[in-house]
T-cell receptor, first 111, second 115 residues
Framework: DQQVKQNSPSLSVQEGRISILNCDYT??????FLWYKKYPAEGPTFLIS?????DKNEDGRFTVFLNKSAKHLSLHIVPSQPGDSAVYFC??????????FGTGTRLQVFP | DAGITQSPRYKITETGRQVTLMCHQT?????MFWYRQDLGHGLRLIYY???????DKGEVPDGYVVSRSKTENFPLTLESATRSQTSVYFC??????????????FGPGTRLTVT
């Protein structure tokens, strides 16, 4: 039972354009959401997060949108850069210290 | 070194052998976690610990044992390794959400191959 789903295993975007990574969840108890970025042979690193009391959070080129009614969140990267090429995981917390991770989306940004 | 470290980074072992993966953090974070990453499954929680001498099962605990005698260390032991335990293992640490902190900080991972 996958509570956090990333239905797109991969995404390819041209440099300078917008990258949109999507994440769906099923547990209505989730109240905090995070995005992690992972390069090969490295551990995941925290990117950006959002509380369920908000619908948008921005940090530089990265914006996370939360649609609670649709149980959907998305990560927008504008403009995309080659260094953004990585695997992106969304994660959620249901008010506990445990995070539930999605399966990841591999983003490739090409020149 | 400051941060969170894992050792070894790569390990090949045979079926039935016992193997221990080490994790060490220097932040004095109360929580520590072990995940495994497998294609198509993302990151799955194996075990976690809220403090020294307090551990609990995650999503996929079977075949693994943990201990936490000191706050900074959280070793993961495969008592009798199986091929299905071939994976990349990540250790992470965090403060408690009681302090308003949700982010977990990950080590570089250990790639384990069981032959």
């Amino acid at each position: 039972d996958q509570q956090v789903k990333q239905n797109s295993p991969s995404l390819s975007v041209q440099e300078g354009r917008i990258s949109i990574l999507n994440c769906d969840y099923t547990n209505s108890m989730f109240d905090y959401f995070l995005w992690y970025k992972k390069y090969p042979a490295e551990g995941p690193t925290f990117l950006i997060s959002i509380s369920s009391i908000k619908d948008k959070n921005e940090d530089g080129r990265f914006t996370v949108f939360l649609n609670k009614s649709a149980k959907h969140l998305s990560l927008h990267i504008v403009p995309s850069q080659p260094g953004d090429s990585a695997v992106y995981f969304c994660a959620a917390s249901a008010g506990t210290d445990k995070l539930i991770f999605g399966t990841g989306t591999r983003l490739q940004v090409f020149p | 070194d400051a941060g969170i470290t894992q050792s070894p980074r790569y390990k090949i072992t045979e079926t039935g052998r016992q193997v221990t993966l080490m994790c060490h953090q220097t932040w004095s974070h109360s929580y520590m976690f072990w995940y495994r990453q497998d294609l198509g499954h993302g990151l799955r929680l194996i075990y976690y610990s809220a403090a020294a001498d307090i551990t609990d099962k995650g999503e996929v605990p079977d075949g693994y044992v943990v201990s936490r005698s000191k706050t900074e260390n959280f070793p993961l032991t495969l008592e009798s390794a199986t091929r299905s335990q071939t994976s990349v293992y990540f250790c992470a640490s965090s403060e408690s959400i009681m302090m308003g902190v949700y982010e977990q900080y990950f080590g570089p991972g250990t790639r384990l191959t069981v032959t």
